[in-house]
């Protein structure tokens, strides 16, 4: 096993708690500012940033019903076409419509709204579709080289990650934080954070000690880091550990979001509290059916995983796949959805789903390092 | 400068970014200079400093080296630096939080105070003074500076984080030797151990003249330029490198020729516009201790010089000066005719008394629920789009005045209190109104809209409130706002069923 490096900046970062007090108090602030004029310059757009900053690092899943009132006023106060437009496509590729988005972004683009912009916003719908691959890579290789901005290295690690190129992944994710020329904590904890998951989740033969230095780190820059204390929790709880387990998800819980619950009710359950395990496991189902409910698109995978875990509905669960498949029809979808078939004994669809995968993905290097492959072979 | 988020960078850390730096002869004390230096654009109310950067105002004396064409100004070696470090978020009392922060004075005095203490904190031999915490925005550009149109100001009710240093002149900057100086202020990381990873930026942002970024090294006009502001942030003040100077000397020029042609008018002879970029260049403010500083004295000490002639003022910035006027004259007309933007002064102008920048403004505080009711748009517009309807459980009475947008009503509550409202705006077709609270609620720019849309079977009802609370806590009027709305919705459920 190779060790992570110890991660000593050299000069501090902001505390990670006056860092998530000053975004939450300029994102009060921004709102003020907008309700008392929805088209003042910028406004909207920083009010963008300032939610997904919220949703990503907080958990505050709230943010999605922010923005939706956001470009619900910007319509209502008759705000420029272009912005709006390229607004509500950074909002629905938020919540994962990204048809949606793709038509906002041709919208932006007749009239007249920055290139750079589209383009920009363009590839991250790709990457995430698992469209035009090869083409995003060379845009995101290119865009890094020139700029060796941490905010352009760190989308370029997770594209290769995606492609199954685990080595070069994490050359790139180190080369952001070696690059790295501020003291705000988000983008590091943010690396961290892409770090641990490419060693604890996406490699086929999990580094699970590796991969909790590295989020551990996260949520020593950020403690309000909701994602990294969640899968902290989840090699803690897997490693025995159930007391940090515990200790790391309890102060998160107040955030909304369900996953909390869902890893909790685990650690609980671990514990031999039945009962409150069940208390976090409703909950954790009720808070997944009220989000499926408002932004299924954006929470379909989480949810599938969910229901084919702890949350124990393994029908649910393939439904669910299902719908994030056809919204994004990525290799890590086509996985999903095939084991979440398996789960639910729909052994035709699964079937159906590896000749589908094949057909889509088979050309790739990245297949053959899928378990769909491996799959294929099985059945043939 | 004021140059509020003047790079991409210093976004990801707003208290990073330094929106403004003043210098001026205090107002309490004559024998006194003050020193000040804002960040964080738009801080919210809890906005606090990052313990991982020194915040630093750095003055050298300065002598005018020559005039005319070849003014330029030349910097002493010798540096007096203010430098202030802030504590990470210590508990307070009332679940608030405290952040204390310390200043290193030129003379290696060190002062300690806690933000947001309005009296700040002195030196025993009273020789310096200190202040940093939230303050209203003195910064106003009432421009939208791509078109150079008029505009409100864009900073209007924003706040920002001010740090305030008032100090002895004679003791500490010894205008015997020469009283001319310029000033820069800047954000810098604090030094860590040096280990593998992490790349050390030598600053995150730097100020001397307004608007050196935003608007002319990245004047907004100029399309298809390179964004070079994170480039300059991390230069050296009163050191700017040769090897990065003509890159900055090409971008000031092309800025400059751009603002010049502004109104369709060459006021600028290319060798007085070349003369004007060098000095643009060298990125101080310039003041002088020894000759009166005014609000009208910002920038005078440049264009004398320029001008080939002595400079008659002590140049500076004080609070109140329209800094952004005055460039933008210079720049567009060569001083031929003022050009003055849409606002007069910014949301509260600076005061005479320690710590001369206004206190914060109180942040818009927002209200807001909404209900899925069974009925029709059609049925529940019925009801609450009247203006002087009577649905809601706590009103025991309404009286109206007038008709239209401007008219009145007069509510009498349950427990005898009265309110008057006015309307604003209506809309059938969209089922939604607006109105204002003309007295009653103890708040200002309070602001109600409802409004009724098509959702499922049935309908989607939402009552949005805004205000300012005045002369009382802002949770107190939140508790009256957010039980009006709460008992609305359930009078509304109870008489249209709610949708599941």
């Given amino acids: ?380 | 400068m004021s140059d509020h988020v003047d790079g991409p960078r210093v976004i990801g850390d707003p208290p990073a970014d330094v929106t403004d730096l003043f210098a001026f002869t205090s107002p309490e004390n004559s024998a006194h200079t003050v020193l000040a230096m804002n960040a964080f654009c738009s801080a919210g109310i809890t906005a606090s400093f990052s313990n991982a950067i020194n915040y630093s105002i750095v003055a050298r004396r300065m002598t005018v080296a020559d005039l005319g064409n070849a003014a330029k100004f030349k910097p002493g070696d010798k540096e007096y630096r203010f430098s202030c470090r802030f504590s990470v978020l210590e508990p307070g009392t009332d679940s608030k939080t405290v952040q204390r922060g310390t200043l290193s004075c030129p003379d290696g005095q060190e002062l300690h105070f806690v933000v947001n203490d309005e009296k700040g904190a002195s030196t025993p031999d009273g020789k310096f003074r200190v202040f940093a915490g939230l303050r209203s925005d003195p910064f106003f550009l009432a421009w939208l500076v791509r078109d150079l149109k008029k505009f409100q100001n864009l900073l209007l009710h924003d706040n920002v984080l001010a740090i305030v240093v008032e100090f002895d002149t004679r003791s500490v900057l010894d205008p015997s030797q020469g009283s001319l100086f310029g000033v820069a202020a800047e954000t810098a990381p604090i030094q860590g151990a040096a280990t593998a990873i992490g790349h050390e930026p030598p600053r995150l942002d730097w100020v001397g003249r307004p608007e050196q970024t935003n608007m002319r090294l990245n004047n907004p006009a100029l399309t298809g330029t390179e964004d070079v502001r994170d480039l300059w942030n991390q230069q050296t003040p009163f050191a700017l490198p040769e090897e990065v100077r003509p890159l900055f000397r090409q971008r000031m020029m092309e800025s400059l020729k751009n603002w010049d042609m502004r109104d369709g008018k060459a006021d600028w002879t290319p060798e007085a516009m070349a003369a004007v970029a060098e000095v643009y260049l060298d990125d101080f403010l310039l003041f002088d201790v020894s000759k009166p500083i005014s609000d009208k004295s910002f920038f005078e000490i440049e264009k004398s010089t320029l001008h080939g002639q002595p400079y008659q003022t002590g140049g500076g910035r004080t609070v109140n000066a329209d800094v952004i006027d005055i460039m933008v004259t210079w720049m567009v007309n060569n001083d031929r005719e003022f050009l003055q933007g849409g606002a007069l002064q910014a949301t509260k102008p600076g005061t005479n008394t320690f710590p001369y920048e206004a206190s914060p403004n109180t942040q818009l505080q927002i209200v807001a629920d909404n209900a899925d009711l069974s009925a029709s748009p059609d049925r529940v517009w019925d009801v609450i789009g009247k203006f002087g309807g009577m649905w809601h459980p706590l009103i025991a009475s309404v009286q109206l005045t007038g008709e239209g947008v401007g008219q009145l009503r007069t509510l009498e509550l349950i427990d005898g209190k009265q309110i008057i409202e006015r309307l604003e705006f209506m809309d059938h077709s969209k089922k939604l109104y607006r109105y204002t609270n003309v007295s009653g609620m103890g708040v200002v720019d309070y602001t109600g809209t409802l409004d009724v849309k098509s959702k499922g079977s049935g309908s989607s009802v939402e009552w949005r409130v805004q205000y300012l609370a005045d002369g009382q806590p802002d949770f107190a009027v939140k508790t009256i706002v957010s039980t009006l709305l709460k008992i609305g919705f359930e009078a509304l459920k109870k008489r249209f069923g709610a949708q599941t």
Avoid at chain 1, 12 to 18: A, E, Q, V
Avoid at chain 1, 49 to 77: H, I, K, N, P, S
Avoid at chain 1, 259 to 286: C, F, H, K, P, Y
Wanted: with cysteine; proline share 3%.
């Fill in chain 1, 1 to 380: 096993m190779i060790a992570a490096p110890e991660i000593d900046l050299r000069y501090p970062l902001t505390d990670g708690y006056i860092a998530a007090n000053n975004l939450e108090s300029t994102r009060q602030q921004s709102w003020s500012r907008f309700w008392q004029d929805p088209q003042r310059p910028r406004i909207a757009e920083c009010i963008v940033v300032q939610e997904q900053f919220t949703a990503q690092y907080v958990g505050d899943l709230g943010a999605l019903e922010r923005l939706d009132t956001l470009v619900r006023q910007l319509d209502q106060a008759g705000a420029d076409e272009m912005r709006t437009a390229l607004i509500r496509a950074q909002v629905a590729s938020m919540g994962h419509r990204f048809a949606e988005a793709r038509d906002y972004l041709v919208q932006a683009d007749a009239h007249g709204a920055p290139q750079a912009d589209v383009n920009r916003l363009m590839l991250s719908i790709d990457q995430a579709c698992g469209t035009r691959l090869e083409a995003v890579l060379q845009a995101r290789r290119k865009m890094a080289a020139e700029s060796e901005r941490l905010e352009d290295l760190v989308p370029l690690g997770g594209l290769l990650a995606d492609l199954r190129e685990f080595e070069e992944a994490d050359t790139v994710y180190r080369r952001a934080l070696s690059g790295y020329q501020d003291v705000s904590p988000f983008a590091v904890a943010w690396v961290c954070f892409q770090l641990g998951a490419l060693w604890g989740e996406l490699v086929p033969e999990p580094q699970h000690e590796r991969a909790a230095r590295w989020y551990e780190k996260a949520i020593e820059y950020l403690p309000c880091y909701v994602k990294a204390r969640v899968h902290l929790s989840e090699i803690y709880l897997e490693s025995g550990n159930v007391a940090d387990a515990e200790a790391l998800l309890i102060p998160a819980v107040s955030s909304g979001d369900p996953e909390v619950n869902w890893r909790l009710a685990d650690v609980l359950a671990a514990m031999g509290r039945a009962a409150e395990s069940e208390t976090q496991i409703q909950a954790a189902r009720s808070g997944f059916e009220t989000l499926l409910s408002k932004y299924l698109l954006a929470f379909a995978d989480h949810g599938a995983e969910f229901y084919s875990g702890s949350g124990n509905d393994s029908r649910r669960a393939f439904e669910l796949a299902m719908v994030n498949l056809a919204n994004r029809p990525t290799l890590r979808a086509f996985e999903q959805a095939y084991e979440t078939a398996i789960g639910a004994g729909e052994i035709q669809a699964a079937s159906e789903l590896l000749l589908s995968a094949r057909k889509r993905w088979g050309g790739t290097r990245s297949f053959g390092l899928s378990a769909l492959a491996a799959s294929i072979h099985t059945e043939s």
